[in-house]
């Protein structure tokens, strides 16, 4: 029988054969220095990339090929010298403009000579893309390689990074011109939250264990919330992230991803299209949000660390863009109707965490007076944690209830563990054809048409009602009032995750 890890080698070798070439397109950049080429290095220390694979990078800034090993070697972490010396062989880089044709013929030149080289056969020479670049140049890159370096002897994929457009129009402009030059099987739109373990891990959890199936539903979840936090701020981005904000930045893909997978319907099968289908369907019947159902913030300095109109690379010291958003979405179909999804995001915040925490109703006719709601929680980062929060006798001699948990964390129940980084996993998936963990142009579609109302108040009020809060906080003072009106409920302030203790003067 083959082992997992077989299995997945065994879908490369029936998609690619023995042979791929990937095209990193803004080789020289933060992105593919930090992301991208560890991840292919970890794929290629692990034995996923096939045998003949060769990584070519391409940008605009001319290097050496001493000085472009050493760029997208800097943040691989090995002590695999050997292996380490093995990738830098399969890899060599191109310089050349985005709006050059004799720049990109020059670069087919190089994949040309390359496949040569691997004497690699006739319907066989695949390629992917991995566009590594800022949404300025999507489109004229996306020309550039269609017109001129588009493989005609083999598999084509395309991998483009977020953004994906500003809002409903922007977006569908872009799916629009990309979709005229490569069609939808070949494009692979990543969100790299669909790529972290817990994530994945959401189906597995809802439709692989009976006892959740019967209570997934407005009958018994009151609530639900997903957040993401920070604990740094703008840090030297204040330019970049003023265009954007938190909402476009996180909230609308990353956390509304999450709320899809939470929330879809059982698909028919573990097709890609089947799943994806689902979570076209759940973002359908969500409303557009409206400023009444958000709470936006801004951080300000506090204890030597500088407020985010403070960061020098911000022109606009007026700005009211929000670092921190707190927004109910509710979806209109038989099983959520009424359920709150609060979604949150901030930068600057009080720790780094990102987590899924799902409150059930308070148990009717309770025999235990004022026992906290029940509570699921699927602890995203750091720590991958699946916990469930439930009341206990107390131990000892008392008959008082206490809330504790049913605990999995993984780094406490798994031994030599390896959970992969979301860029290695899903670019394993493009070699795999595996688009469950990608997002498709209708799933972006659905997905703007919810926040792009509320983003256009927000962009043009002047007096928009953004509150501010103090740096290394939890967020605005107003975020546990604004919880509360949406159904969140917490009664036991003792509790503490993963561990409790219980006073000298209470253990009996």
């Known amino acids: ?32 220095k930090k992301k991208t080429y560890p991840a292919l290095f970890s794929l290629f220390r692990n034995g996923f990339l096939p045998e003949k694979t060769r990584i070519i990078g ?20 090995t002590e695999d010298n050997e292996k380490l010396d093995g990738f830098k062989a399969i890899t060599s880089y191109v310089s050349g403009q985005y709006d050059k044709d004799e720049a990109w013929l020059n670069l087919n030149q190089e994949i040309e000579k390359s496949e040569a080289e691997r004497e ?4 066989a020479q695949h390629r992917i893309f991995y566009m590594a670049l800022p949404p300025s140049v999507f489109v004229p890159v996306a020309k550039g390689l269609k ?71 407005r009958n018994f979840i009151d609530n639900v919330q997903i957040t993401f936090k920070e604990p740094f701020g703008t840090e030297g981005r204040g330019g970049y992230f003023d265009d954007f904000g938190i909402i476009r930045d996180v909230i609308q893909n990353h956390l509304l991803q999450v709320l899809s997978l939470i929330a879809m319907e059982r698909p028919i099968s573990t097709n890609p299209e089947a799943i994806r289908d689902e979570k076209v369907k759940v973002l359908k019947c969500i409303h557009p949000i409206k400023l009444e159902d958000a709470l936006l913030g801004q951080y300000v300095s506090a204890d030597g660390k500088p407020g985010y109109l403070e960061d020098d690379t911000l022109k606009n010291k007026q700005s009211v863009t929000p670092t921190f958003a707190a ?33 059930f109703r308070t148990v009717p006719g309770n025999l235990y007076a004022e026992t906290p709601r029940n509570e699921l929680v699927m602890r995203i980062q750091p ?37 992969p980084d979301a860029y290695e996993s899903l670019i394993l998936d493009v070699m795999r054809k595996d688009q469950s963990n990608f997002v ?46 949406h159904g969140y409920d917490r009664k036991d302030n003792s509790y503490v995750w993963p561990h409790q203790s219980l006073a000298p003067n209470n253990k009996l």
């Open 1 to 32: 029988m083959s082992s997992p890890i077989d299995l997945l080698r065994s879908q490369v070798a029936e998609e690619l054969g023995h042979a791929v070439t990937i095209i990193v397109l803004g080789a020289s950049g933060d992105l593919a």
């Open 58 to 77: 391409y940008a605009r800034t001319s290097m050496q090929h001493e000085e472009y090993i050493e760029r997208i070697t800097h943040y691989i972490k």
């Open 383 to 419: 720590k991958e944690a699946v916990y469930i929060k439930f009341n206990n006798k107390q131990p000892g001699l008392s008959y008082q209830t206490i809330q504790t948990d049913l605990d999995l964390t993984y780094h406490s129940r798994y031994k030599d563990m390896y959970i």
């Open 120 to 123: 690699i056969k006739t319907g």
């Open 327 to 359: 927004l109910a979405l509710y979806i209109k179909n038989e099983r959520w109707d009424g359920v709150p999804f609060i979604l949150r995001a901030g930068k600057a915040l009080n720790e780094a965490k990102v987590e899924v925490r799902i409150q």
């Open 440 to 485: 498709r142009n209708d799933e972006l579609e659905a997905a703007w048409k919810i926040f792009t109302p509320l983003l256009h108040s927000i962009d043009g009020k002047k007096d928009l009602d953004i509150k501010t809060y103090p740096y290394g906080s939890r967020g605005p003072a107003e975020l546990a009032q604004f919880i509360k009106s």
């Open 147 to 217: 017109k001129n370096v588009y493989g005609k002897r083999g598999l084509n994929r395309i991998i483009v990074e977020k953004p994906f457009g500003m809002d409903t129009e922007t977006s569908n402009q872009l799916g629009h011109e990309l979709g005229a030059l490569f069609k939808e099987e070949e494009i692979y739109r990543i969100d790299h939250y669909l790529g972290k373990e817990m994530v994945k891990n959401i189906m597995n959890i809802r439709f692989a264990n009976i006892f959740f199936g019967n209570i997934w539903d």
